[in-house]
């Protein structure tokens, strides 16, 4: 059987190996991954439920690709709650696997996860940078909803010219409004 503490440690390195290829960093990020795992994600609006059960979800993906099964993942991985790093990658692959996906560009989960983390004023945030106080601030601010009304601050998204208070919206409708925006730019329409 394998060791509990092996499949957490390669949960971590799989999460890791996701949006850290080369295409999106060169840098060392691991410092800042270990502290977002271990920071519990909550949330304020009611329909993040669904951010928090994606985050929670991924672990079970992790299982079918590792060939972990699914009552040991729950036993070893469900001792703690979603982590933001877990609620971040899953909506990561959820934009670019419900909404971005195309094959003229390959798997954009990478670009999403660290548009995202440069948002969150994070992107810096490199081993050699690595400032677990400032961490803590900036995931607060997200949190915490302590942002402008365009998402510029701290939110996991910004948009130029929000229909509403990104600060009143949950994650989904933030992704989408930025989506629509990036896509006006992006492909001139």
Known sequence: MIPDEYVRSEY????YELVCTEEYTKLSFR?????????????????????????VNLRYRFGRE??????????????????????LIA?????EESIMEDSR???RTG??????????????????NYDAM????RLDIFMDRVYDRNGEGGCLFRVKDPTRDMRTADIWYQMNWYLSEYFKEEYHV
């Open 12 to 15: 971590l390195r799989w999460m």
């Open 31 to 55: 410092k800042l991954f270990a502290h977002l795992d271990s920071v519990e994600f909550r949330y304020s609006h009611p329909l993040d439920s669904s951010r928090y059960e994606d985050g």
């Open 66 to 87: 590792a060939g972990i099964e699914d009552s040991r993942i729950a036993y070893i991985l469900d001792k703690k709650p979603c982590s933001v790093l877990e609620m």
């Open 91 to 95: 909506l990561a692959i959820r934009c």
């Open 105 to 107: 560009y390959g798997d």
């Open 111 to 128: 670009q999403w996860f660290w548009e995202m983390i440069v948002n969150l004023e994070l992107g810096w945030m490199n081993d050699p």
């Open 134 to 137: 400032y961490v803590d601030e």
